[in-house]
């Protein structure tokens, strides 16, 4: 998904100075809904944000007052009333702001009572009932954006005619069918305005909550020169800018008057341009023509109130930056500097240790930009979070660059720029070239081309058609199944007809565009210097399954010399924050070729992340050798958009602290270690990829390309993600990977993927006759890359047909694997005890041939699961998914959402469907390098002459007090220490050691020769 980044936080601040003449009061009506009373013995309660669904600061999550009314799933009959004064005698349409997570009821009813007598009865929250989405989803029952339903929060509207006066309004909980969520009620808003269409189809209604006559501001000049300001405000949502129209709903205009010395503005109503959603910064200015100046700034609910917030106001603050709160408490406000401090209290208690040297925590620093007299704080709080690479615009001027440096000439900087992919290589160096750019030129460690960037976006024939590139293949006409080399790309949009044109031509364009991206990064190294890594970063999402062409193959031909991901895990309905570690690991295998360093975004959002989640994405990156840690955008809501860290979440910013120091402790360690080699590899089947985009025929017969078809992508996932259960290393490796013949460095291939080129076919069958096993979900490599029945493995297999049937195509782990409807059952006997697998997605019912071993049948006694020996290797053929079986075990029926389902980690993992999973690995005596007791833990290994040093990440949910860990190691031993845990005793044992620690979210274990 395309995530709004802010490098230059002041530029979102629009200075305004009001033209109203007077508060013009609203015509509508807003009832928070956690002000309506329950009544008594009703299960209706008021919630935080932060405890319903959908809590982020990125996306839909605006909830105002950031207060909901909420109901549990099932509950008797229950309700809650507030009485309201309605204006005017009238039409009025009714909105009531709710959460609506993607397919579940979220039933309640809306009552309007006038003079005894019930005016409305409304029913909302059905799944099949039609809603109001922002986005400018406009209507529809569901809505499912590609990225799950993390987005689901909805309006649901009524028409009725309302009398002047007072009126009950009574929220009412209905019966609720499964599937059955809560019942999480935001706000009504009513208005004269019948229409069913909102001015902003993209947040809807949020511009008209603020109200005036809650906030008051004044400002006295205690300097010796007339004070003249303007004010502006900026809010914490995609479009930041404060609505011009709220500043008809204050007295803003009066500011323009200059203040005299001595003498005040006056209160002035300034609540109808706050937000109600999330918190406002309002941003002072005093035009003094650079004249020192002294002022007072209050704020009070009332005027004249006795409970006042004051601050001290003098020009080393201008503009001044002011945050209010939604719930607009004059207690809590705070200007920038009192965030500042508050945050260096946060961390000024934790012990006082150095940063790493050598793996580099870059993130983008905070706080107003120079022209504020305070802008040096905000750097030196950067570094002394930890901080040691900025990450900024590389266009800057040299004084600039010496201050965001904090003075050092030889500090690096990772610069990020948008350039234009179609841009003429040639300029873009001669542009950086310019001598006014020799400040980034000595500074730039990296140099980034753009942010969640799409291979396609570039281009470059070097002159070669796509018929002159199917000739140098050597294509015949006939293999095409063309008559003329001019119809060529006339037919290559046709993949069922023509489906060699139609996946030659998908190779085609992305080399091209591979070739264009790497003319433009040799003329970035021709200005900057080959030391300089070029970069862009790659977005996971939606599913956390990247496409080859881009994540592998750019880096294999060096069009980019650094793979750069990043987390975002908690916006995507993925089985939990483990899977960050199967995005790094494909990076690892495009890093391979050339040995690269990678860049890896540890995203600390809040809210949106948690610590945990936070804390185990930081450690499966530098347990992967990740060189550069990115916390992009560590700074307070009062300078960014969307992507911030709440300046209030104390333990964020610990957490930030104390992360970057624990990896200080072993900084020399991870930037010298390596992965061990791996045993076993996962196969990525691009071909697959490709082919089952196509899903099942619609009406008319034909097969419709849907980019979310993703049943193997996720089924190769939960074989990955067993894997790592049993604490093995594992690889991902490519089809080119298998033809080139890289295969020979494993024990054990896993292959889910139905289509694989026919060569790659060839390498596998070779290489299990040599005495590799392989082991493959439903159909695996039967296909090949033009969709074609593919013979090369069936003998490797034993089978001499096979029926494929596949029931659904796009599965999300958290969305749609929970509810998933098994096809069949597959009942399956290891070492004497019987299991069951869920045949979920695919059944392929096999023929099999003589000698074949059957280890698990389908309900009507067929071979599901069934071993085969060939040369000297082993083959296993599951007639199903056993990876997504894997996943399912493990969930929950819940809602998909952006709080606790989002964050839960399964731990109710099926130990049967990993072990028959795990079956190759004993038979082909697979090295557990980092064997720990606990399965959920995952240990990763990096060694160099230093040592050697584990990180450990605990997924289990829970303080493991008594881990066992077995480490393999042919180095001899004298000294075992953790960073969090101390020193720790070991036991020597046959090629390694043996230790016992306690262990809670993450450590690192250093292993001493």
């Known amino acids: 998904m395309t995530i709004t980044r802010t490098l230059a936080p002041i530029l979102m601040f629009m200075l305004l100075s009001a033209v109203c003449c007077a508060v013009q009061l609203p015509k509508t009506l807003v009832l928070e809904a956690e002000n309506f009373v329950p009544a008594r013995s009703s299960f209706w309660k008021p919630i935080a944000f932060g405890e319903n669904y959908f809590h982020c600061c990125i996306g839909t999550a605006y909830f105002s007052g950031e207060k909901l009314l909420s109901a549990p799933e099932k509950c008797p009959?229950?309700?809650?009333?507030?009485?309201?004064?309605?204006?005017?005698?009238?039409?009025?349409?009714?909105?009531?702001?709710?959460?609506?997570?993607?397919?579940?009821?979220?039933?309640?009813?809306?009552?309007?009572?006038?003079?005894?007598?019930?005016?409305?009865?409304a029913q909302m929250g059905g799944a099949d009932q039609l809603k109001l989405w922002p986005l400018k989803w406009g209507y529809q029952a569901q809505v499912d954006p590609y990225y799950g339903g993390g987005d689901n929060v909805a309006w649901q509207s009524a028409r009725v005619n309302l009398e002047e006066g007072e009126t009950t309004f009574i929220l009412r909980t209905l019966d609720n069918p499964e599937p059955a969520a809560k019942r999480n009620i935001d706000v009504i808003f009513i208005t004269p305005d019948l229409s069913e269409e909102p001015a902003n189809p993209i947040d809807p209604f949020l511009d008209d909550l603020p109200r005036p006559g809650k906030l008051y501001i004044r400002i006295i000049n205690t300097g010796s020169e007339p004070l003249k300001l303007s004010i502006g405000a900026h809010i914490n949502r995609r479009n930041w800018r404060a609505p011009e129209h709220w500043w008809t709903q204050t007295e803003a205009d009066k500011l323009n008057e200059p203040i005299q010395p001595g003498a005040s503005s006056g209160w002035l109503d300034i609540s109808g341009a706050i937000?109600?959603?999330?918190?406002?910064?309002?941003?002072?200015?005093?035009?003094?023509?650079?004249?020192?100046?002294?002022?007072?700034?209050?704020?009070?609910?009332?005027?004249?109130?006795?409970?006042?917030?004051?601050?001290?106001?003098?020009?080393?603050?201008?503009?001044?930056?002011?945050?209010?709160?939604?719930?607009?408490?004059?207690?809590?406000?705070?200007?920038?500097?009192?965030?500042?401090?508050?945050?260096?209290?946060?961390?000024?208690?934790?012990?006082?240790?150095?940063?790493?040297?050598?793996?580099?925590?870059?993130?983008?620093?905070?706080?107003?930009?120079?022209?504020?007299?305070?802008?040096?704080?905000?750097?030196?709080?950067?570094?002394?979070?930890?901080?040691?690479?900025?990450?900024?615009?590389?266009?800057?001027?040299?004084?600039?660059?010496?201050?965001?440096?904090?003075?050092?000439?030889?500090?690096?900087?990772?610069g990020v720029t948008h350039t234009d992919p179609k841009i003429d290589p040639e300029k873009l160096k001669n542009e950086w070239l310019d001598p006014k750019r020799e400040g980034a030129r000595k500074r730039l460690v990296v140099f980034s081309i753009g942010d969640e960037i799409n291979l396609a976006s570039y281009s470059n024939s070097n002159g070669m058609t796509f018929e002159d590139t199917l000739r140098q293949a050597g294509f015949t006409l006939d293999q095409l199944g063309i008559t003329n080399w001019t119809d060529a790309s006339k037919y290559c949009d046709d993949p069922f007809k023509y489906p060699v044109l139609y996946v030659e031509n998908i190779k085609y364009r992305n080399q091209r565009s591979i070739l264009a991206m790497a003319v433009l990064r040799q003329a970035i190294n021709e200005a900057f210097g080959s030391k300089v890594w070029v970069s862009a970063n790659f977005a996971p999402h939606p599913g956390f399954l990247p496409d080859e062409w881009q994540w592998v193959d750019v880096f294999k031909y060096r069009a980019l010399t650094m793979p750069w991901s990043e987390d975002y895990h908690w916006q995507v309905p993925v089985i939990s924050s483990q899977i960050i570690g199967y995005t790094l690991d494909i990076m690892r295998c495009a890093a391979k070729y050339y040995d690269l360093p990678m860049q890896f975004y540890c995203m600390p959002h809040s809210p949106g992340n948690t610590n945990k989640d936070f804390r185990l994405s930081n450690y499966l990156a530098l347990g992967r050798g990740v060189k550069f840690i990115n916390h992009y955008c560590p700074v307070p809501q009062l300078f960014a958009t969307e992507n911030y860290i709440d300046w209030r979440d104390e333990s964020r910013y610990k957490e930030i602290y104390s992360i970057i120091r624990e990896t200080a402790e072993v900084d020399n360690l991870l930037y010298a270690g390596k992965p061990p080699k791996a045993e076993v590899a996962v196969m990525l089947c691009r071909y697959t990829d490709l082919w089952e985009k196509f899903g099942p025929p619609d009406a008319t017969g034909k097969r419709v390309h849907n980019n979310r078809y993703n049943v193997y992508g996720v089924e190769r996932q939960g074989v990955w993600l067993a894997l790592k259960h049993a604490q093995v290393p594992v690889d991902l490796i490519t089809d080119p990977d298998v033809c080139e013949g890289r295969l020979s460095n494993y024990k054990v291939l896993y292959l889910a993927g139905t289509h694989i080129s026919a060569d790659a076919a060839k390498r596998i069958r070779e290489w299990v006759k040599a005495g590799g096993i392989l082991f493959s979900s439903a159909a695996g490599g039967l296909y090949d890359e033009y969709n074609r029945p593919l013979k090369i493995l069936l003998p490797v297999y034993r089978i001499e047909s096979h029926d494929y049937l596949q029931k659904d195509w796009e599965i999300r782990p958290k969305q749609e694997l929970p509810r998933l409807k098994p096809l069949d059952y597959v009942r399956f006997a290891l070492s004497g005890t019987n299991s069951n697998l869920e045949a979920l997605a695919v059944v392929d019912k096999i023929a099999v041939a003589s000698r074949v071993g059957i280890i698990g049948t389908f309900s009507d006694g067929t071979p599901a699961v069934i071993r085969s020996s060939y040369g000297k290797g082993a083959a296993y053929l599951v007639g199903t998914m056993p990876g997504l079986a894997y996943q399912k075990s493990a969930l929950p029926i819940r809602p998909f959402d952006r709080g606790e389902f989002a964050h839960f980690l399964p731990t109710r993992f099926s130990s049967a469907i990993r072990a028959l999973i795990c079956l190759p690995l004993s038979e082909a005596n697979v090295v557990k390098r980092v064997e720990c007791s606990e399965p959920l833990v995952e240990g990763n290994m990096l060694q160099s002459k230093l040592g050697t040093v584990i990180s450990l990440a605990n997924f289990s949910g829970r303080r493991v007090s008594n881990l066992e860990i077995v480490v393999r190691t042919d180095s001899a031993v004298s000294n075992v220490w953790a960073v969090n845990a101390g020193k720790i005793n070991f036991k020597r044992m046959t090629g390694g050691v043996r230790v016992r620690m306690p262990l809670g979210v993450t450590d690192f274990l250093v292993i001493q020769p």
């Open 77 to 121: 009959a229950s309700t809650a009333s507030l009485v309201a004064q309605i204006p005017a005698t009238g039409a009025y349409r009714v909105w009531v702001h709710f959460e609506s997570p993607k397919d579940y009821n979220a039933c309640f009813g809306l009552s309007i009572v006038q003079n005894g007598r019930e005016v409305l009865d």
């Open 275 to 414: 937000d109600t959603v999330h918190g406002t910064t309002l941003e002072l200015y005093a035009g003094t023509g650079g004249k020192a100046f002294e002022g007072k700034v209050e704020f009070a609910s009332t005027p004249n109130s006795l409970e006042c917030w004051r601050y001290e106001w003098k020009d080393d603050e201008n503009p001044l930056f002011i945050w209010i709160p939604v719930d607009l408490d004059v207690k809590k406000i705070a200007t920038s500097s009192q965030v500042l401090n508050a945050i260096r209290g946060y961390i000024s208690s934790l012990p006082q240790k150095l940063s790493p040297n050598k793996i580099r925590f870059c993130a983008a620093p905070g706080g107003p930009d120079k022209r504020v007299g305070k802008h040096g704080e905000w750097i030196d709080l950067f570094y002394e979070l930890g901080y040691t690479t900025p990450m900024t615009n590389p266009g800057k001027d040299e004084d600039e660059w010496i201050q965001i440096c904090s003075g050092d000439p030889n500090r690096k900087v990772v």
